[in-house]
C-alpha cells in the first residue's frame, strides 16, 4: 500500500485506473471508523494495487480526488477505480474486506 501525497501522483494513478483498477482509502487519523476500514482494507487480499491518502496530511489530494470523481468527500471512503473514473464506493463501516471483495468480483471488469 502506498501512499497518495501529492495532486500530480494522484492524477498519475488516475490515469494509471485507464489502463489497470486500484483501490483508494481515504482516511482520517481521528476517526474510529477510518481505524475500522485501514483493518479491512489492509486485510484485503487482492493483485490490484492499494493506495491510502490520509485526510488531515493530503486535504489537496482528498479533495482533488472528491472533484475529479465527481463524489462527496467522506472520511473514511474507499474507491475501486477503473477506467479513470470511480466504479464502486464505500463508507465509514461499509467498508468491509468481505464486500470490497464482492465489488471487485462485481464491478472489475
Known amino acids: 500500500m502506498e501512499r497518495i501525497k501529492t495532486i500530480e501522483y494522484w492524477q498519475a494513478l488516475l490515469e494509471l485506473s485507464k489502463g ?17 476500514a485501514l483493518k479491512q482494507f489492509k486485510a484485503l487480499e487482492t493483485d490490484f494495487p492499494k493506495y491510502l491518502v490520509i485526510v488531515q496530511r493530503e486535504r ?6 472528491a472533484q475529479d470523481l465527481d463524489v462527496k468527500h ?27 471483495a464482492e465489488a471487485i468480483e462485481a464491478y472489475v471488469v
Not at 489537496?60 to 480526488?65: E, G, L, Q, R
Not at 471512503?77 to 473514473?85: A, D, E, R, S, T
Open 74 to 100: 467522506e472520511s473514511p471512503q474507499l474507491l475501486i477505480m477503473q477506467g479513470g473514473k470511480g466504479v464502486w464506493q464505500a463508507t465509514h463501516y461499509h467498508i468491509k474486506r468481505q464486500l470490497i
Open 20 to 36: 489497470k483498477p486500484l483501490l483508494i482509502l481515504k482516511f482520517s487519523m481521528t476517526c474510529v471508523s477510518s481505524i475500522s
Open 60 to 65: 489537496d489530494v482528498a479533495n482533488a480526488i
